[in-house]
């Protein structure tokens, strides 16, 4: 047993020795460039690796490694290599990154592995390109300062290149803002060119080489941090991409001492108040609309916008300047459209939208991302060039009944390097957008059918008083009046039915047509009166109708004259024609008749007038 | 992969237009409605003509509303 771990431990260390040593030893850097941003609050860092493979065997894995305290604050990093030989043909390909734990090497250094694209071999070079970002970097000193004192940071570096690899030549140049510099470490061959910071070149340096240097400069920059920032995107299917972002920004730079002098500042703002920002820029998506600015007071009226085909700019000034240590809270909100946004391919459908902010060099310590799927979304899923933390959610909004599927994206240290496009792919049938409008007509119908039973409804309490019982009378003689109304009127129509059959003879002279019309409105006025009989033995027995009832009577006399009118005049004419007398004559025979029956008609009009006013 | 776009099944440009014109056909209907209901009486009133004028005017006013919700900036 012991003599077996002995050999376990000596395989070990063989392993370690085989495998482990040349993958650290056998590459060798023969060029480094390096760059550093520092105009921005961000320290932007991009880095020229030339590898070459001097060793027998092929390695696939790259070490890239940073000091710890630059390590620990990197924000964003990728590692590109260049394809293709010349310099028309770079295309440039992003490798995958990982953080590697440090096995054998110091517990000051961030170990970072990079796949390579395919092993390199003996003697084979490869050129990568990296690009890193860090927060936090840039430290303010003093850390401390007065309104009208300047803004000085402190950069820490090293000016050679660390690396578990030995270094043939390396070079490093650092950009600063175009301001004061205060002092930086002077090594040999360390220039300063206008704004631009140079050391370097250095030759064939060992592993792990390292000199500090520390440099110290003013920057004008805004250190806009948002400590927290939710963004809310949410998706509607009618048309509409909303965005609301809540923001919570902290000026991270030297804290403001003493007391803050307004007048100072509106007087003399660039040398009273250098370290303060007034405004911060955003840079929305092209035809952005309703875009609102708020907080929890209200509208904040001091933005600008300008847009073209390209982009919508926002620039949005806080209530009051942000001096170091600082806080602003508001909340930015526009509407985008739909067809910019989202696609579908292959039955999915999915949302492609930029993941972080839109303001311009603004650090996110905790970025939440909320994506709001409609009502009825499924098959939900994420894709982010960067590892995010997900979770999903429901939420409840405008006429949902099962709530809508909410993606929740998290990541701290956020940088505009991060904002690239996130795609959220989902499945949503159109037949579900219909629910919307189906519970609002449901919502109405409902509506209209508490009407017809409330009006079909009894509430009265005591169904045996008398006034109840008069309304019950009262009611059933409303309901026998309108069908009384209804048969006159039907006669009536009946009666121009006749008068139309007569105009025809007078036309075509057909007597027979004529003559079978009166004989079916006989038919059909017979039958009316029938109707009508009971219904006026009801309103004669009726106590409640009895001052109705006579003016009923009347009209169905009436009705009776005119109907009596008419049959005689057809009958007049109809022997007419039968006679063949001529058309004036006939004429002359009916012309009393007629005058009767103009007024009859109306004097039955006018009593259906009176009746229907009851 | 060719990705295709998704517009609103109705152009978001027609929203205040449609709403104005839905908004305006479900009052009249409601109108002619509760006209009915206040002029006939209890006895002759017939549920089928009640019921056909409600559908129609809860259809109207429910697009009606809908689409007024969509062209004020509530997009549900």
Known sequence: MKQSSVVDLLLLLLAIALFATPAFSDLVLSKVERRIDVNSQIARVTKTLKVVNSGSESVSEFILTFPKFLGNNLAYLSVAHSEGKGKSKRSLVNLSVREADSKGIPDSISVYSVALPKPLSKGDTLTLEVVAAFTNVLQPFPEKITQGEIHLVMLQESAQYLSPYAVESQSLSIKLPNARIESYTKLENTKLQGSELKYGPYKNLQSYSYSPIVVHFESKAAFAVAENLVREIEVSHWGNVQVTEHYNVVHRGAQLRGEFSRLDFQARPNPRGASAFRHLLARLPPRAHSIYYRDDIGNISTSEMQSDSKKTELLIEPRFPLFGGWKTFFTIGYGLPLSDFLFVSEGKRFLNISFGSPILDLVTEKLIVQVVLPEGSKDISVTTPFAVKQSQEIKYSHLDIAGRPVVVLEKNNVVPDHNQHIQVYYKFSNINLLSEPLMLISGFFILFITCIIYTRADFSISKSSPTYLAKLQWDEVLATLQEVQSIIQKCLATHDKLEASLRDLSRTGDIQTCKAARKSTDSLLKDLSKELKPLLGFLQSSPSASHISPKVEELVAKEKELEEKLMAKHTTVVEGYEKKSSGRDIENRIASQQQKIIALRQEIEDLLEFIDEI | ?76
């Open chain 2, 1 to 76: 992969m060719a990705a295709k776009p998704i517009a609103s099944p109705i152009p978001v440009a027609l929203y205040p237009t449609l709403s104005v014109f839905t908004l305006a056909i479900g009052l009249v209907i409601t109108a002619i409605f509760f006209i009915y209901e206040a002029t006939s009486s209890r006895k002759n009133r017939s549920v089928g003509k009640e019921l056909a004028t409600s559908a129609v005017a809860s259809v109207f006013l429910g697009f009606g509303s809908l689409f007024l919700l969509l062209a004020s900036g509530v997009y549900v």
